[in-house]
């Protein structure tokens, strides 16, 4: 069955910082690996989806990578604003499943 | 473009009461999914439907049905309603299966809480 873990569970950080948050999966078989950012009281809205091929995707100040070989990811937030602000959840589709499995998350604070 | 849409955002029920989650897309998604989240947990995936007609148990599906009539809709019923089924469920579709890498869309969730 496949874990996966969010390290830490919550972070705080002055505007301006850059900032690594980690995720990593137990069984490497997967299809992909998506980020998801969550605001208190919404859904989930899909930041980065790394395929099983590659090795990161960036999207303006975030930077995803993939190292399915150890079972790790790790999401890379730049010159951090209040408004990141949110708990980010890292999820893997693995190649037995349907549907993702999700870490716990990690809650972001980014203070002004 | 409304995406996903979910109904009631708030709702609380008896203990034994019934109720049906609603959600529909409006992005002619074949897949969608049904996920609860209870505090400081990730989502569980209760039930899953690869088109309709086709409906199967996720990891967590006792005390819950589903039905997928159409593409649009997937709704989600709770049957003699417990305390344990407190908690925050999520809609979500995709075009396809995830090799593909398709997209994963939530609905914005609804709070459920049993007393």
């Known amino acids: 069955k496949q874990e996966v873990t969010q390290i830490p569970a919550a972070l705080s950080v002055p505007e301006g910082e850059n900032l690594v948050l980690n995720c990593s999966f137990t069984?490497?078989?997967?299809?992909?690996l998506q980020w998801f950012r969550q605001d208190p009281g919404k859904g989930l809205t899909s930041l980065l989806l790394?395929?099983?091929?590659?090795r990161e995707q960036t999207s303006g100040r975030l930077n995803a990578s993939l190292d399915k070989s150890s079972g790790r990811s790790t999401l890379y937030i730049a010159a951090s604003q209040p408004g990141d602000s949110a708990t980010y959840l890292c999820?893997?589709?693995?190649?037995?499943?349907?549907?993702?499995?999700f870490g716990k998350g990690t809650s972001l604070l980014v203070t002004p | 473009n409304a995406g996903v849409t979910q109904t009631p955002k708030f709702r609380i029920l008896k203990i034994g009461q019934s109720m049906t989650l609603q959600c529909t897309q409006d992005m002619n998604h074949n897949y969608m999914y049904w996920y609860r989240q209870d505090p400081g947990m990730g989502l569980k995936l209760i039930y899953y439907?690869?088109?309709?007609?086709?409906?199967d148990k996720g990891e967590v599906p006792n005390g819950y049905n589903v039905s997928r009539s159409t593409t649009e809709d997937f709704p989600l019923r709770l049957e003699l309603a417990a305390p344990s089924q407190t908690s925050v469920y999520f809609c979500?579709?995709?075009?396809?299966?995830?090799?593909?890498?398709?997209?994963?869309?939530f609905g914005e969730g609804s709070w459920l809480t049993v007393v």
């Open positions: 979500a579709s995709s075009r396809g299966q995830g090799n593909s890498g398709n997209t994963i869309y």
């Open positions: 069984d490497s078989a997967i299809y992909n």
């Open positions: 999820a893997v589709l693995s190649n037995s499943g349907y549907a993702l499995n």
């Open positions: 439907s690869v088109g309709a007609g086709i409906t």
């Open positions: 790394i395929q099983s091929s590659q």
